[in-house]
């Protein structure tokens, strides 16, 4: 019902950086909290990043930690992911998606999904 498309993905090399955006089509981003899911091959989807609908607050996977920041820029109408120090690990597709309420590290709580963006960390 509610349309994001994610950009940004692409082919890195380990050690590298990306940085991911979010973009809403027909709605304010900034009425919602965003996260930010990743799925591998073979592997469940997993939680990455949330921020809260006034950015005030936002979460992190422990994977993540120290290397990954979200962020949200209302006159763009968009949320980041600014990922650095990437690694072989972090292949996966990223989504991006609504909250129903808060953030939460489950899938269940969000209600709209883009079609993600594939990242691949390889030397």
């Known amino acids: 019902q509610l349309q994001l498309v994610e950009s940004g993905g692409g082919l890195v090399q380990p050690g590298g950086s990306l940085r991911l955006s979010c973009a809403a089509s027909?709605?304010?981003?900034?009425?919602?909290?965003i996260g930010w899911f990743r799925q591998a091959p073979g592997k469940e989807r997993e939680g990455v990043s949330c921020i809260s609908k006034r950015g005030g607050s936002t979460n992190y996977a422990d994977s993540v930690k120290g290397r990954f920041t979200i962020s949200r820029d209302n006159a763009k109408n968009t949320v980041s992911l600014q990922m650095n120090s990437l690694q072989p690990e972090d292949t996966a597709v990223y989504f991006c998606?609504?909250?129903?309420?808060?953030?939460?590290?489950?899938?269940?709580?969000?209600?709209?999904w883009g079609q993600g963006t594939p990242v691949t960390v390889s030397s």
């Open positions: 998606a609504v909250a129903s309420f808060v953030c939460s590290q489950h899938a269940g709580a969000y209600t709209d």
């Open positions: 027909g709605f304010s981003l900034d009425s919602y909290a």
